[in-house]
């Protein structure tokens, strides 16, 4: 099994680490009804995803 030959610091580790980040999600406009969406994915309110109909919305009453 291998071991460390000399102990890391924790400078060295964490200069490493710095690119470990959590990125806030991607939002743009839906084209149909205008509310926001996460990029690539239908939208929620009204089931179109780039222009056509991918999701048949049915109406809670």
Known sequence: MAHPKSKISKTR???RRTH???VEPSLT???NCGTARLMHRVCPE???YRGKMAVEKTSAE
């Open 13 to 15: 580790r964490d200069k």
């Open 20 to 22: 470990y980040k959590a």
């Open 29 to 31: 406009t839906c084209s």
């Open 46 to 48: 009204c089931g179109f």
